[in-house]
Nanobody
Framework: VQLQASGGGLVQPGGSLRLSCVAS????????IGWFRQAPGKDLEGVAC????????NYADSVRGRFTISRDDSKNTLDLQMNSLRPEDTAIYYC?????????WGQGTQVTVSS
């Protein structure tokens, strides 16, 4: 199983980025999928997820209304559209796939929001 994340970079406050995570070896629509992030000196934080049981979405309060998580079944990818970015969104972002005792992580992609 491999999860390959991409799309990070440097963006000014108020800007947008789209992260993508390509999965191989699994079919994403059978799993709960999500994005986490870790800022320097802080704990890992859940950002957004899609439930594998009912397809419902959930967001951290800090990103609700600005970030949108989605899944493309034709490409087997997990995406995170990030709008109105703030300096506090600066972190390494990781995609994650879970089902029962199975838990897979992507390698992380750096997002830096700075003027």
């Amino acid at each position: 199983v491999q999860l390959q994340a991409s799309g990070g970079g440097l963006v000014q406050p108020g800007g947008s980025l789209r992260l993508s995570c390509v999965a191989s070896g699994i079919v994403l629509n059978f799993y709960s999928i999500g994005w986490f992030r870790q800022a320097p000196g802080k704990d890992l934080e859940g950002v957004a997820c899609i439930s594998g049981s009912d397809g419902g979405t959930n967001y951290a309060d800090s990103v609700r209304g600005r970030f949108t998580i989605s899944r493309d079944d034709s490409k087997n990818t997990l995406d995170l559209q990030m709008n109105s970015l703030r300096p506090e969104d600066t972190a390494i972002y990781y995609c994650n796939v879970q089902r029962g005792r199975l838990n897979y992580w992507g390698q992380g992609t750096q997002v830096t929001v700075s003027s």
